[in-house]
């Protein structure tokens, strides 16, 4: 089946947080949601449409083909063999963290993520009466890394009991390579810290790359941490919030179980789960080949395009989101860059200091999973705006 990722869709008909024309002005193109604005698969189409015919929206049944479309999907697309059991559903990736925090950590504990960060994971860090540590990506023009010395040492700080791994990296689309994934199994073994990893961008690898899922890298990494997924990114079906989180550890897995059912967490939604079975159990694999092979080619054209201008593009390795370095435009103030975007270029941008508030001062995020006609559009407007100052 062939998709037509250059058909530009008429959001306005679905209540799109990234499109909520309360905070958009007429012609504004939303850059800063991190979603991609291509047609779902037909498939998951399917699947929804035979869920709304029904006549009786009553409670569910499930089946094991929840368990055994994602197991099969890990296995098919990333080598990893995921038996079915270690499969539990979640609301989505920041709910299976919380619960995963706290089937594992203690309030007053420090969780550890890398800074710039998607902002929940402060907020589910915070919320739960955790205590945020950070480390800092050393961003170059050779790329994004981890600083190792700073990373041991946080991990070596007896208050430090997890990290929050993202992988691909919400926002700089820096992807692990196995010995980074390992030196980082080393680091949880040898301080006793638990991991937590988000893979929400796993199918968004570029280059010729391949995703590797954390607790397949070792053993030890297997039995001590907790993989988060969703299909929201990969297939657009972000508004189900149905993801699924991974943990081979039975004790670990009860655990959270524990948690989960505590808040009723356990409850899944019948047009979700069938949306979720359709991404995963083989139905729309043509679909997530065809889309990364257009994003990709989406991000060759930006990083030509900036090339020529004083916005510096950090070369995503994954994803559909970018980190730009804004400060060669000359701003004196955060407000000022966004301003610009916002209003000499009808461009709503991710602000920097959402993801770090010092290091993003001068940056913006960039979701530029769009047609390709628009993303044409925003590049224009920019290139414009840009000529004019």
Known sequence: MTYNFDEILDRSRERSKTWDPRGLKPGQLPMHGAETHFTCPYPVLDAVREVASWQVYGYPYFTDDFENSIAGWLHRRHGWKVDPAWVDFAGGIIPGMAFALQAMTKEGDQILINTPAYSP????????????????????????????????????????????????????????????????????????????????????????????????????AAGFSCVTVNPSKTFNVAGFRTGATIIPNEEIRQKMRVKNAAVKGISRNITGVAAFEACYDGRCDDYADQSKQYVESLRGELLDFFENTPIRMIKPEGTFVAWLDCRGLGFATQEELLSFFANECGLLMGDGREYDQKLGEGFVRIAYGFPRPQLHEAMERLSKAIKSR
């Not at 790329?143 to 700080?157: L, N």
């Not at 030196?183 to 949880?188: E, F, K, P």
Request: with cysteine; charged share 30%; aromatic share 12%.
């Open 121 to 220: 994971f402060r907020g589910v860090v915070q919320d739960n009466n955790r205590v945020l540590a950070t480390s800092p990506l050393k961003i170059s023009e050779e790329g994004v890394f981890f600083d190792w010395e700073d990373m041991e040492r946080q991990f070596a700080d007896p208050k430090t009991t997890a990290f929050i791994l993202c992988d691909p990296h919400n926002p700089t689309g820096k992807c692990c390579t196995r010995k980074e994934l390992e030196r980082i199994a080393q680091l949880s073994k040898k301080y006793d810290v638990f991991v937590v990893s988000d893979e929400v961008h796993a199918d968004f690898v570029f280059d010729g790359g391949k995703h590797i899922c954390y607790s397949d890298v070792s053993a030890f």
